[in-house]
């Protein structure tokens, strides 16, 4: 589906953390088109904006590429527009997001149906790709794991499991 929805986490109460409630659907503003529907994409929200990358398309499975991204204005008009940049990464699926000090870290994923371990930063803020020489013991290539980030110890990206 193509569809977005929200819900608002302050309206959650901790005891009932996994029934979500006052869901809502993003209405688009005039002739703006959704994001075409897509599966095993990633997203992250920074500021008022929300991040989709890559996926699968739904009717014939072929990776979605470029690497694209969406960015919703959810201040005021809210419309998607597809931002392609002058550098994407290679289009890939099933893969997570990380949002570290302004900026978007991938590792890994699905391309070509190939599991890769290569890693990726977009700069929120300028909409820059980067690729960062990354060194030491590179975990192998994966895909459908799981990532995340603390800026308290340090700025660190854990990465577990995955095929």
Not at 32 to 46: D, E, H, K, N, V
Not at 103 to 125: E, I, M, R, S, Y
Request: hydrophobic content about 40%; charged content about 10%.
């Amino acid at each position: 589906m193509s569809r977005v929805a929200i819900v608002r986490t302050a309206s959650l109460n901790i005891k009932q953390f996994f029934y979500p409630k006052d869901w809502s659907q993003i209405k688009i503003a005039g002739n703006a088109s959704s994001p075409l529907p897509r599966q095993f994409q990633t997203a992250i929200i920074y500021q008022q904006s929300v991040f989709v990358l890559g996926g699968k398309d739904l009717n014939d499975n072929e990776i979605l590429g470029p690497c694209c991204l969406y960015t919703l204005n959810t201040s005021g008009l809210k419309s998607w527009t597809q931002q392609l940049l002058s550098f994407n990464p290679p289009s890939r699926s099933s893969l997570p997001t990380v949002l570290i000090d302004g900026k978007l870290v991938l590792f890994g994923g699905l391309h070509a149906n190939q599991p890769n371990n290569d890693t990726f930063v977009l700069n929120c803020a300028n909409r820059m790709w980067s690729k960062p020489g990354c060194t030491g013991n590179i975990p192998l290539p994966r895909y459908f794991h799981a990532a995340c980030a603390s800026q308290q110890l340090k700025n660190i990206l854990f990465v577990a499991g995955g095929i």
